[in-house]
């Protein structure tokens, strides 16, 4: 028998970029993020995660090009 329970969305957080995170759900564009608070809101209103919950699970987020603790300043 097939399981047709869904699995989690897959993130994707691009490698910083003039200190900008393209953010990749399920393969499309979620737009672009400057902190790992904008993440969080931004995967919560997205329905992916609680706003609160941890950003470093490999099992949701695959991160490229530095972790969850990773964020350069973005220019101004």
Do not use: C, F
Not at 2 to 27: F, H, Q
């Amino acid at each position: 028998m097939e399981d047709k329970t869904p699995s989690a969305p897959r993130v994707v957080v691009d490698e910083p970029l003039d200190g900008r995170r393209l953010v990749l759900i399920d393969g499309q564009d979620a737009g672009v993020v400057v902190s790992a608070d904008e993440l969080r809101r931004l995967l919560h209103r997205a329905g992916v995660m609680e706003e609160d919950a941890p950003l470093d699970n490999p099992e949701l987020i695959e991160w490229n090009g530095g972790g969850s603790d990773d964020w350069p300043a973005a220019p101004r």
